[in-house]
Nanobody, 120 residues
Framework: VQLQASGGGLVQAGGSLRLSCEAS????????MAWFHQAPGKQRDLVAT???????NYTDSVKGRFTISRDNAKNTVHLQMNSLKPDDTGVYYC???????????????WGRGTLVTVSS
């Protein structure tokens, strides 16, 4: 299973970016999907999660600015980021719980990350 993230780039403060991540490979079912953020020199922190049924959760710092969504048919998760701030700069990693084979346990998979740079 591979997670391929895209959509990062350089944007001015106040701007927007849309990140996407597609899970591919031997997949029976994708469970919870999420985005994490790792600022330069800091630990990787959870940004947002979305369940298979569409229930979402956000860290306080992005509430009202970021929106996570998913397309279950395409095993894809998106992160719409609006009103970006310099503190949002960093590498964004997508994450997914994946059932590789029917009735098997969910396994955790990570994408390689996509860099977002927000200039002031």
């Amino acid at each position: 299973v591979q997670l391929q993230a895209s959509g990062g780039g350089l944007v001015q403060a106040g701007g927007s970016l849309r990140l996407s991540c597609e899970a591919s490979g031997s997949i029976f079912r994708v469970g919870t999907m999420a985005w994490f953020h790792q600022a330069p020199g800091k630990q990787r922190d959870l940004v947002a999660t979305i369940s298979t049924g569409g229930n979402t959760n956000y860290t306080d710092s992005v509430k009202g600015r970021f929106t996570i969504s998913r397309d279950n048919a395409k095993n894809t998760v998106h992160l719409q980021m609006n009103s970006l701030k310099p503190d949002d700069t960093g590498v964004y990693y997508c994450y997914a719980d994946v059932m590789v084979i029917r009735f098997s346990s969910l396994r955790q998979f990570w994408g390689r990350g996509t860099l977002v740079t927000v200039s002031s």
